[in-house]
């Protein structure tokens, strides 16, 4: 079997714990950070990875390690890789984290993207969300990532945060568009379990914009990106139309393809020859793990209904859609055949069109997002 071209790694230390977050992280003080890269890089490395396209170092935080410690887990990981194969390299990193000493070693490293958690420009909010820089911080960083060469560098940004009003929104958007940067990921607010906002929430703590507002920011933002020249290639992802170059990120549309990559690192998940796998979290679990030599803590070989639920559940995350031939050849059947009542129903709700080969969402249901999506779910497995 051909194996994936698409490489996670994750590195869980943060240098702050953030109010709205259910990732798999963990307070950097104190952590085994150096036997940690260790027992990553030997993951890494018992698959036997020669040829990537993409890898995607993500997190956590990547860049709460020591400039050190990126070098050492970053020269291991591609010393096997044939470098000019790997067409994109991202690292993810925090505005306050980025030090000459970091940012020298990035450039000298296969790293050619950066995906800047900003989150939001407004001092007040990132505070209010538990985020350590200020905005003065995030100019610094992407003055000094430009500087050091990075002409493909990303940022994050949240909206329909507690107290957040269209007017904070738009200010945004204009700072935004003003770094003059090619891609740009703009996602609501999700309340998760276990975080200190979803505590918050239930004890009628959180002043959250209604969904109307929230509707609207989404309207404004992909209006507004719209009119800078930027592609909404996905819910919640923009890049900046060049004749010359495509920015959208590689590694991400290997996901919404429904393609398989490999996941390593403590609590990744990955998909290799039909299986979903997790891998062991926290840190000491997933140490002993991979000294053991098996760093998985689940792993689900998904039916062949599953897998058309995931295609229909990632592919209409993209703008473009899925394509009707490429699903029924890959399934072999026909859309009518499996999802014909769906279909009819979500076209008649004006949340789904179909253009010639490609079904995409409207816009109506790219807000509704996973909600559209979820009507893709058949009630019962084929095992
Ligand atoms: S949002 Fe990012 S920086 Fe904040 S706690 Fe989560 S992983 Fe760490």
Known sequence: MKKPTSAYV???????????CDFSKVFIQNQPVDDYLRALVREFKSYDIHQLRTLYMGGGTPTAITAEQLDYVLTELTKELDISMLEEFTIEA??????????AVLKNSAVNRVSLGVQTFNNKHLKRIGRSHNERQIYESIDSLKAAGFDNISIDLIYALPGQTMADVKENVAKALALDIPHLSLYSLILEHHTV???????????LPTEDLE?????????????????HYEIANFAKLDPKRDFKSQHNLVYWDNAEYFGVGAGAS??????????????QHYLKSVAEGNARLSEE?????????????????KKSGISISRFETKFGVTLEQQYGQVV????AEELIQIEGDQLRMTQKGLF???????????????E
Do not use: S
């Open 10 to 20: 994750h590195i869980p230390f943060c240098t702050q714990i953030c109010y709205y």
């Open 197 to 207: 906002f979803m505590n918050k929430m239930r004890r009628g703590k959180l002043n």
């Open 301 to 317: 070989v998904l039916t062949k209904n599953e897998m058309m639920e995931e295609e229909f559940f990632l592919g209409l995350r």
């Open 368 to 382: 509704l997002g996973d909600t559209v999506a979820e009507r893709f779910i058949l009630e019962e497995d084929d």
């Open 270 to 283: 990955g998909y290799l020859e039909g299986v979903r796998y997790r891998n062991r979290g926290p840190i």
């Open 94 to 103: 925090n505005p306050g984290d980025l030090d000459a000493d970091k940012i």
């Open 215 to 231: 509707a609207e920011m989404f309207d404004y933002i992909i209006a507004e990106l719209k009119a800078a020249g930027f592609e």
């Open 344 to 347: 009819r129903d979500l076209l």
